[in-house]
């Protein structure tokens, strides 16, 4: 779908945009849900069009044309893949995570979700780490809380991201290479690396009573 429709819809009348909305044959899925999201801007949609409108939206196969997907394109901005966001989430744990997540809200001009990620990201960066001295006697397999905290941002960016993500990539828009992703993965192993030596030394002051 050509990028300036959004712009040619803006210029139709409510009778035109509700004939392009049920037009199967000369628009896309797409342009359908461009067309039906200025109807319902001026006016209340109808319950069939409603229907319609929720057909497209939860068609998993179709890429659509949001307002931050609209944006981030126009802007040229790039953004980190899903694949990528987990690859990197299991090298470097929940900063990563939070900077790549954060990264695309950014580019999609969701300035607020960007922070609110950022301070789930730290929050979870240091239930990690008390976790992981809390349960340090439990015999869990080395890669058990890489594990966790990938699934749950699984979880996470496919229930908020995924669907401006592969629209995004489908209408043309670039992502960074594998070479950044590992490049962050590592720099966020490090710097998590850090915070466990610097808790430790903590404790150990602590136990010792000379922070007292």
């Known amino acids: 779908m050509k990028v ?16 392009i909305s049920k037009d199967y044959v000369f628009y896309s899925e797409e342009e359908r849900l461009v067309a039906l999201n200025e109807l319902e801007l001026r006016n209340s949609l109808t319950k069939e069009l409603l229907m319609s409108k929720e057909d497209i939206e939860t068609s998993p196969e179709i890429p659509i044309m949001t307002e931050q997907v609209l944006e981030a ?5 790039k953004i980190y893949k899903d694949r990528a966001i987990w690859v990197g989430t299991f090298l470097g744990g929940p900063l990563v995570a939070g900077y790549f997540i954060a990264e695309n809200f950014k580019a999609f001009n969701e300035i607020d979700k960007a922070r609110k990620t950022w301070n789930y990201a730290v929050i979870g960066t240091l ?3 008390c976790g992981a001295f809390l349960l340090r006697d439990v015999n869990f397999p080395n890669q ?6 990938t699934l749950i941002v699984y979880f996470f960016v496919e229930k908020y991201q995924i669907r401006n993500i592969s629209s995004y990539i489908a209408l043309g828009g670039k992502s960074f290479s594998w070479w950044k992703t590992i490049a962050v993965g590592l720099i966020g192993f490090a710097i998590t690396a850090i915070l466990v030596i610097v808790f430790i030394i903590l ?3 602590i ?5 007292n």
Request: glycine residues 2%; hydrophobic residues 45%; charged residues 25%.
């Open 207 to 211: 136990a010792n009573g000379e922070l």
């Open 144 to 149: 058990f809380l890489p594990f966790l905290y």
């Open 127 to 129: 239930l990690i780490i």
């Open 4 to 19: 300036n429709f959004q712009e040619i819809v803006k210029q139709k009348t409510d009778k035109e945009l509700a004939i």
């Open 73 to 77: 394109i126009k802007s040229t901005k």
């Open 203 to 205: 404790l150990y002051f």
